[in-house]
C-alpha cells in the first residue's frame, strides 16, 4: 500500500481551491480583529490562507459572510485593508 504524502493541504479563503500549505499566504487573526500576513515561523492561533494571486486576494475581500477557517467574521472594511497591504507589498508572486 502507498502511504499517501505527508505535505499538508490547505484551502484559499478566496477561490476555495486546495494547494499545499507551502505554496499559499498564511493570515492570522489578531484579538483586535485585524487580520495580517505571517510568516511561518510565526504561525498561532486561527489562520487562513491565499494564493498570492491578485484575483482570490480580491475574491476573498468581496465575500460576505463569516471566514470558516478562522470561525469568525470578518468585517468587509478589514478585508479590503488586506487586500490594500497585499497590492502595497507586492507579495504576488514572491511565494514560489
Known amino acids: ?5 505527508s505535505v499538508p493541504i490547505r484551502s484559499c479563503m478566496g477561490c476555495g481551491e486546495r494547494a499545499p500549505q507551502g505554496e499559499l499566504l498564511c493570515l492570522a487573526s489578531a484579538p483586535s480583529g485585524a487580520l495580517q500576513v505571517v510568516e511561518r515561523q510565526q504561525r498561532t492561533g486561527r489562520t487562513g490562507y491565499l494564493h498570492d494571486h491578485l484575483g482570490c486576494w480580491e475574491r476573498f475581500a468581496a ?34
Open 63 to 96: 465575500r460576505k459572510g463569516p471566514v470558516r477557517s478562522l470561525r469568525r467574521n470578518v468585517d468587509k472594511q478589514i478585508r479590503i485593508a488586506v487586500l490594500q497591504e497585499l497590492k502595497r507589498t507586492g507579495l504576488a508572486g514572491s511565494m514560489r
Open 1 to 5: 500500500m502507498i502511504r499517501p504524502s
